[in-house]
Structure formats: structure tokens, C-alpha cells
């Protein structure tokens, strides 16, 4: 008997059948109908009257199309040919590709087991395996393959044309894109103030109630959909120049006029140039740090930032106030400090007597703003950076009347003891009388109470030299 090819036409269970493709030990062959059949080799050769009738290679090629998988997803193709694998175990026995002499599990045997008991037993199998599946899904797809070969078996969805906004109304649709066009334009917003914008368009198009808008969440998928690669919810910037352009089709006059868009009019002047600076950086009038990049134009200059409005007090006015009998010594030794060291409100407030250096008229203090870093609980604070503040004379003075004795604790303290209900940490409370630090806003009580000449908070500021009169 010669070889068995693919394309020969043989007779099994006395019907003439061509076979389509050979793998391993399995047989694939397809009757007059075109219902495709898995056969051991064996099984085939050994079935009573089992013959070679002939056949081209052509009618087997025309038939393998139904087998041809090559345009699919990889995914959706991986799913089906497990399927085909389980499919042929059913029917057979034994899976495709399994080494000689290999015998059936006893569950997918056909000399012990029927056919719908291997359905059964298959079904188990995959849900056991944490894939669904019931006996009658085993059998509609066995049926499948039967009759479309392996494509049967890939899944209807995979190959179903979506849209990218489902079945929403398509006045909504509309809606939606006009609003997002017009969002290129504005300041980053938010998805609640585009659906305000969405629901008055729509009012003004259509009576109240006659267009239905989603839920808040359906919203929100709708409009990741439509708005994909506009950049809405980002930065203004990317959405004004586009965020995917190249950069050297990004014109100069281009940024000048997104600059000017976003922080042309409303924005404080430090504001405009610190983002005239990041825009493009390395760009100062000469060309782009980046070769072949844009700059920033010529008539989108650095503005000219203002002297500052705060007064800045003479020596005499602060000594004509601290020379008041009616102030307080913690007042006077505060507000001395503040102008001798020119040191900020929060920098001066925060000191301990620990810090003190009193030969050398210094002391450590907090600059502005630095923050602790991600830290575990119970970890010392060791992250901050600080700077020295000197003072004079006249804070020297004060100091040693203003401490009485105390060795420890805040320098500036209040005159009570904090409520059970308020948490102040320990380094704010002072060990040895218990009394609490005194906060900004405090100081800033007293202030007004001795120089506030109109009203409550029309007196100094207490921050840094701006002690008033």
C-alpha cells in the first residue's frame, strides 16, 4: 500500500471521503457535503472496508480554506484551536498531535464511554479548569465543526463591527463633539462641566427631556471614546499645540499664542514667566536648546516683575511701638526679632530655646517651603533644610527676660495651656510649664490688636521686616 497524501480520496464507513490534512497520527478528511471528520490513522487503515480511491491536491486545497486562520487575532485564533483540540479528543479519544501508543483517559475512551458522556465528562473538564462550560456548548460546537471545519469555532463577537460610541444617541454624539471642540480653546476643565455644556446644547437644540443623557459613568466612557487623542483633560498646552505633533512642525508664533491664550491676561506676572520659561526650555531669544525645535517668539517677552507694595518699617517706628507700656514683653521680643532678622512669621514662631545660640546671636530655622518627605511612623523628621537667622542687640536683651529660666521648649509660648481636645505635638508644648506654642494666628491677633488704626485686619503684617508702626 503506498503513502497516504493529502488530496487522496478514500473510502470509510462506506462513504468516499478526500483527505485534507495528516498531523501525527490523526487524519483529516472531509465528505461530499463538506463535513469535516478527525480519525486516528489507525482507526482509518483498520475500519472495514477501508480503500484508496485516488485523488488531486487541488480539491483538498480548496477545502483547507475552511481550516485557514491566518487573518484572525491571535487571541480569538489560540481560542479556537483549543476548541479543535477538545473538540477531536471528544470524538476520538485522544487530542491531535499525541505521541504513538498513547491511549485514551478513560472519560473520552469511545469503546467504553458514549458520545454524549464524553460531552459530559469534556464540560466538567473545562469548568473545572475555570472555563464555563455545559454539556450542550460541547455539543453545539462539536455540530460546528462538523459542518464549517475550524472556523466555525472562532467567535461571532471577534468579528462583529463595533462603533467606538455603542448604540448612543447620535444627538448626544453630536453634542459631545461640539463641546469637546470647544473645550480646545478654554483652560483644562472637568467632565462635569463638559456634561453642563452638553445638556444646554442639547436643550437648545431639542425641547426639555426629549434627548436622553446617560449615567454619570456611561458619560464618562462615551467621552473617553470620542475625545481619544485630543488631549481634553490634560494639559492646556499639548491640547492647543496637539500632543502628538512632531516638534519641528510646531511654529514660534504658535507657542507665543498658546502662551498668550493661557496666561496672556488673568495670570500674575511670575506665573506668565516661569511658563514662558518651561515652555520651551533652553529658549532665550537665540534658538531652542533642542535642534530644530521652536522658541518662543520675540513679541512674547518676560515681563518686568513689580517692586514689592509691603512697608517696610523704620528702626524708629518699631522702636516707638515696642516702647509702648501697654505691649506685652512677648510681643516686644517677637517683633524685635522679626525686624532684626528679617525672618519670616512661621520661621521665628517655630524656633525652640533649644536652637538658641546666644554668644553667637543665631539660630536655625525652617526655610520656606520645605516639606518632610514620605516618612514611616515614628521616624524623625530629618529631611528639612535650614538656614541661620542673626539678630542685633536689642534682641539679645530680650531674650534672657522673655525665658526667665526656661531651658527648653518654644521661645514664644501662649499664656495658657492647650484644651484636652486639641493634639499639639510635643515639640510645641513647653515640658516644664506645659503651655503651647503661639501660632500665627495669634501673633497675627495681637499685631492688629496694638496697630490695627481701622478696624479688625487693617493693622501691620506680620511677616518678615513689615512691622507697622
Known sequence: MRL???GDRVVFEDVEQQVVALTGSRVRLVGPDGTPTAVLLMHLVDSPGFRVVGGTVAAAQAVTALHQLDDLDENVADRARRWERH????????????????????????QHRTLRQREAAKAQELTAAGMKTSGVTVQRMRQRYRTGGLRALVD?????????????????????????SGEVTQSTGTRQRLRQRVEDILTERHRAGAVWLQSKETFNRLV?????????????????????????????????????????????VNTWNSRRAGCCPGSAGAGSAVTGGPTVPAWAKRLAVPDS??????????????????????????????????????????????????????????????????????QAREDYALE???????????????????????????????????????RSVCPDTGLARLSYGQARALLDEHTALRGLGTGGTCTSTATPP
Not at 514683653?329 to 514662631?349: D, F, P
Request: with cysteine.
Open 224 to 268: 473617553a471614546s470620542l475625545s481619544s487623542g485630543q488631549h481634553t483633560f490634560g494639559a492646556a498646552t499639548s491640547r492647543r499645540l496637539g500632543e502628538v505633533r512632531p516638534l519641528a512642525s510646531v511654529a514660534d508664533d504658535e507657542i507665543g499664542e498658546a502662551l498668550k491664550l493661557l496666561w496672556g491676561t488673568a495670570a500674575a
Open 87 to 110: 473538540i477531536v479528543e471528544v470524538e476520538t479519544g485522544l487530542p491531535p498531535d499525541v505521541e504513538p501508543g498513547m491511549t485514551p483517559k478513560p472519560e473520552y475512551d469511545p
Open 309 to 378: 507694595e509691603t512697608p517696610a518699617r523704620s528702626k524708629m517706628a518699631i522702636d516707638r511701638l515696642i516702647a509702648r507700656r501697654e505691649v506685652h514683653l512677648r510681643e516686644k521680643t517677637l517683633w524685635r526679632m522679626l525686624h532684626e532678622t528679617a525672618g519670616r512669621s512661621e520661621e521665628i514662631l517655630g524656633v525652640n530655646i533649644e536652637d538658641l545660640d546666644f554668644a553667637g546671636r543665631r539660630c536655625p530655622v525652617k526655610a520656606k517651603g520645605n516639606r518632610t518627605k514620605a516618612r514611616r511612623r515614628g
Open 388 to 426: 541661620t537667622v542673626y539678630w542685633d542687640a536689642g534682641t539679645a536683651r530680650l531674650l534672657p527676660r522673655l525665658l526667665k529660666g526656661r531651658t527648653r521648649g518654644p521661645v514664644f509660648i501662649t499664656h495658657r495651656r492647650p484644651g484636652p481636645g486639641k493634639v499639639v505635638s510635643p
Open 156 to 180: 461571532g463577537r471577534s468579528r462583529r463591527a463595533t462603533s467606538p460610541v455603542g448604540r448612543a444617541d447620535a444627538g448626544v454624539v453630536a453634542a459631545i463633539r461640539e463641546a469637546l
Open 4 to 6: 497516504l497524501r493529502g
